[in-house]
């Protein structure tokens, strides 16, 4: 079955830095729009990142300049480089994918979902 494990995720002072991991198994990542979101506690889920088959790349405007999403086919993963966290970036971050189109507002377009990894920034 289709499988989205997450990693790298920490507690980290602001100002540092962390590279969070998806792995794939069974769907390729080259083949959807992939995606990173993160909820906090008692907060709506927000879209991250987004990347899609031609290696465009979308960002919320809260994470641009300091996130980049990238992935590498080799090792069927998605990545997300943060930089320069802030204690705002705290959240549990999921990686998802299997949605056709990064520009469908719908996280109802990504049918498969990671369990999540924390980042804890202080």
């Known amino acids: 079955h289709v499988q989205l494990v997450e990693s790298g995720g920490g507690s980290v002072q602001a100002g540092e830095s962390l590279r969070l991991s998806c792995g794939a198994s069974?769907?390729?990542?080259?083949?959807?729009?992939m995606g990173w979101f993160r909820q906090a506690p008692g907060k709506a889920r927000e879209r991250v990142a987004t990347?899609?088959?031609?290696?465009?790349?979308t960002y919320a405007d809260s994470v641009k300049g300091r996130f980049t999403i990238s992935q590498d086919n080799a090792k069927n993963s998605l990545y997300l480089q943060m930089n320069s966290l802030k204690p705002e970036d705290t959240a549990m971050y999921y990686c998802?994918?299997?949605?056709?189109?990064?520009?469908?507002?719908?996280?109802?377009?990504?049918?498969?979902w990671g369990q999540g990894t924390q980042v804890t920034v202080s």
């Open positions: 990347i899609d088959r031609a290696r465009r790349t």
């Open positions: 069974v769907i390729t990542v080259d083949d959807y729009c």
């Open positions: 998802a994918a299997d949605c056709l189109y990064c520009d469908d507002p719908r996280d109802a377009c990504f049918g498969y």
